[in-house]
């Protein structure tokens, strides 16, 4: 793989047109090799506050549950016309053959080797509750596409309760990056006291006492 560097700063607003044609050749290519293609991130934001591509947009945004599958399609994926530019942080990116300014983004959903294993699965690098991304379906750009089960309630656990608020696409103070961060914090809180309310209160300090660990 020779990556390509992409400066989101450099990048050009993805057009609605372009974001639909590397959006369908996507699910196409992939479908035909047994991959579901899910909406995600800005694109499914889109998809359900706007019934469009956010105005402002780079790429667009999906998410995979069979790595391991389109790792070993990779060759044939891109004599479909997507060539892989970057592999970082379980997100592969590709861009329209056809296209140099058309950039999708492929996040890779899998399951984590440690507690959070018990609730949650990977996306990408973040750590996402399963109990929001069941399966669901929904029409966008009029086509059928996958998607969680519930969009607005993962949308407001990536974005926050202001989600649905659009944001004026000029304004650089904001961006709709997730806030991992806080998320991941925010969820470890509540893990920690689901489980003191599971093995009681002596129980959990006696645990944590022994593992060294402080209140």
């Known amino acids: 793989l020779e990556e390509e560097e992409l400066?989101?700063?450099?990048l050009p607003e993805i057009s609605s047109e372009d974001a639909k044609e590397v959006l369908f050749k996507t699910q196409d290519v992939f479908s035909k090799l047994g991959i579901?293609?899910?909406l995600?991130?800005?694109?499914?934001?889109?998809?359900?506050?706007?019934q469009a591509i956010i105005p402002g947009d780079l790429d667009v945004d999906v998410f995979v549950k069979d790595e391991k599958k389109m790792f070993q399609h990779l060759q044939e994926i891109e004599k479909c016309g997507l060539k892989l530019i970057r592999a970082l942080n379980n997100t592969y990116s590709f861009r329209l053959n056809n296209n140099p300014n058309c950039f999708?983004?492929?996040?890779?959903?899998?399951?984590?080797v440690s507690v959070w294993g018990l609730y949650c699965y990977n996306l990408e690098i973040m750590m996402v509750p399963k109990k929001y991304l069941q399966d669901g379906e929904m029409v966008f750009m009029g086509r059928t596409f996958k998607c969680p089960k519930d969009p607005e309630?993962?949308?407001k656990f990536w974005y926050g309760d202001t989600w649905n608020v659009p944001i004026d696409k000029n304004d650089k103070t904001y961006t709709y990056d997730v806030p991992?961060?806080?998320?991941?914090?925010k969820y470890l809180l509540q893990a920690k006291i689901k489980m003191r309310s599971?093995?009681?209160d002596r129980f959990y300090d006696a645990v944590k006492s022994i593992l060294g660990k402080k209140k």
């Open 36 to 38: 579901d293609v899910y």
């Open 40 to 50: 995600a991130y800005g694109t499914l934001l889109g998809a359900v506050r706007d």
């Open 180 to 185: 991992t961060h806080y998320y991941y914090a």
């Open 198 to 200: 599971l093995i009681g």
């Open 153 to 155: 309630r993962i949308l």
């Open 104 to 112: 999708i983004d492929v996040y890779i959903m899998k399951p984590t």
């Open 7 to 10: 400066e989101c700063e450099n």
